[in-house]
């Protein structure tokens, strides 16, 4: 089934540890996503990819990072966790087309504690 | 500083009644508007989407009304039904660049 696979669906992490989500997606897309989901705040771009190899920071990007080094897998890596990193973690791509709609992966869990 | 605002965080309608879904913007320069809907425990979906030089777009169930001078755009689901329960979202974007998300609007479908 085509679309975006996370993982994993939930975490709970130690803080101080260091934590890699992982997004692949195989409808060639180029253009990729990560968002945090806060209540009350929606969707808050962490970090993105407009193709392979590049990369671009989001509205919230301080704590994590990113890379791009195929068209599939975009994966986001908290190199130190803290707890105001707990969220619900969304990845997504978009074929860039105009007016085009993104596609989401079902999302990752995360709690630091 | 919220380029895309959806004000009311809840809404509640009876089942068979019509749902309507408010966002106002504040960039002039958006020339594409989106409304996903989410489900809990999944990723959001897309619903429908409006291009700035409409002011309708209607898929079944579902349309959406661009008010470009009132820099306002709603969604009406005609008629309710339970599955609709869900968070709705409304996003913009300018030349297809990043989409600007809302803070969402959670509707409650009452039987």
Same mark, same amino acid.
Request: glycine share 10%; proline share 2%.
């Given at each position: 089934i085509a679309g975006i696979t996370q993982a994993p669906t939930s975490q709970i992490?130690?803080? =101080?540890?260091?934590? @890699?989500?992982? +997004? @692949? $997606?195989?409808?060639?897309?180029?253009?990729? /996503?990560?968002?945090? $989901?806060d209540l009350g705040l929606g969707l808050r771009l962490i970090h993105y990819s407009n193709t392979a190899g590049t990369? =671009?920071?989001? *509205?919230?990007p301080d704590g994590y990072?990113? %890379?791009r080094a195929n068209t599939d897998d975009f994966p986001l890596t908290l190199a130190s966790a803290v707890p105001s990193q707990t969220s619900v973690y969304? +990845?997504?791509? %978009?074929? %860039?087309?105009? =007016? !085009? !709609? /993104? @596609?989401? =992966?079902s999302g990752t869990r995360l709690t630091v504690v | 500083d919220q380029q895309v605002k959806q004000n009311s965080p809840?809404?509640?309608v009876q089942e068979g009644r019509i749902s309507i879904l408010n966002c106002d913007y504040t960039n002039s320069m958006f020339d594409y508007f989106l409304? /996903?809907?989410?489900?809990?425990? *999944?990723?959001? @979906?897309?619903?429908?989407?409006?291009?700035?030089?409409?002011?309708?777009? *209607?898929?079944?169930?579902?349309?959406?009304?661009?008010?470009? %001078?009132?820099k306002h755009l709603s969604l009406h689901i005609v008629p309710s039904q339970p599955g609709d329960s869900a968070v709705y979202f409304c996003a913009a974007s300018v030349s297809n660049y990043q989409l600007i998300w809302g803070a969402g609007t959670k509707l409650i479908i009452k039987p």
């Open positions: 992490l130690a803080a =101080g540890r260091r934590m @890699t989500l992982r +997004c @692949t $997606q195989d409808m060639r897309h180029n253009a990729m /996503y990560w968002y945090r $989901q990369t =671009g920071k989001g *509205e919230v990072s990113v %890379s969304f +990845c997504a791509s %978009s074929d %860039s087309k105009a =007016g !085009g !709609g /993104y @596609t989401f =992966g | 809840s809404l509640s409304w /996903y809907k989410k489900y809990p425990a *999944e990723g959001p @979906t897309f619903l429908i989407s409006i291009s700035s030089i409409k002011d309708k777009n *209607e898929d079944g169930r579902f349309t959406v009304f661009l008010n470009k %001078s009132a």
